[in-house]
């Protein structure tokens, strides 16, 4: 028979475990606007035309990051 390994006290307390049913949808919006903000970045300190595109490029990643941060806050 095998034993069960007995759990470690703080698991009940790891704030880090996120078992919310929009998991998935925030792993892709994080993902997103971790592309669109390192390419708004690149853009943006680029010499040339693009930095007022990168700027609204940049604007929209922080858009993405809100809509994130309220999913994660509203625990939905």
């Known amino acids: 028979m095998m034993e069960r390994r007995p759990r470690h006290q703080l698991d009940d307390l790891n704030p880090v475990r996120d078992e919310s049913r929009t998991r998935g949808l925030r792993q892709v919006l994080n993902i997103i606007f971790m592309l669109t903000a390192v390419i708004g970045m690149v ?22 990051k809100f809509i994130e941060v309220t999913l994660r806050i509203a625990k939905i």
Do not use: D
């Open 43 to 64: 853009l943006y300190f680029q010499k040339g035309t693009l930095r007022e595109f990168a700027t609204y490029l940049l604007i929209g990643a922080v858009c993405i």
